[in-house]
């Protein structure tokens, strides 16, 4: 048998990204200049991320579509 490649997932076993999402929401509301209120991010946890962003978009009147909002999420991540 040949092997020509692997898929190894390092997530929860060499890496930890877990905490990084917990606080994505949070972060990016301060990153805009907004104060999450008490509870958001048990809100935000059962959410896609679209559906977080549109959450952002109802309830804190974030002035962006829900596209913009995940593409800053997306680049603050990557920054991390």
Same mark, same amino acid.
């Given at each position: 048998?040949?092997?020509?490649?692997?898929?190894?997932?390092?997530?929860?076993?060499?890496?930890?990204?877990?905490?990084?999402? *917990?606080?994505?929401?949070?972060?990016?509301?301060?990153? =805009?200049?907004? $104060?999450?209120?008490? &509870?958001?991010?048990?809100?935000?946890?059962?959410?896609?991320?679209?559906?977080?962003?549109?959450?952002?978009?109802? *309830?804190?009147?974030?002035?962006?579509?829900?596209?913009? =909002?995940?593409? $800053?999420?997306?680049? &603050?991540?990557?920054?991390?």
């Amino acid at each position: 048998m040949n092997i020509t490649g692997a898929i190894f997932d390092m997530d929860g076993t060499l890496l930890d990204s877990m905490q990084m999402w *917990d606080n994505v929401g949070q972060n990016y509301l301060r990153s =805009i200049g907004l $104060e999450p209120r008490e &509870g958001f991010r048990e809100i935000l946890r059962p959410l896609s991320l679209r559906q977080a962003a549109e959450y952002m978009i109802e *309830d804190y009147g974030v002035d962006r579509t829900p596209e913009q =909002i995940m593409e $800053e999420i997306d680049h &603050g991540i990557e920054r991390r």
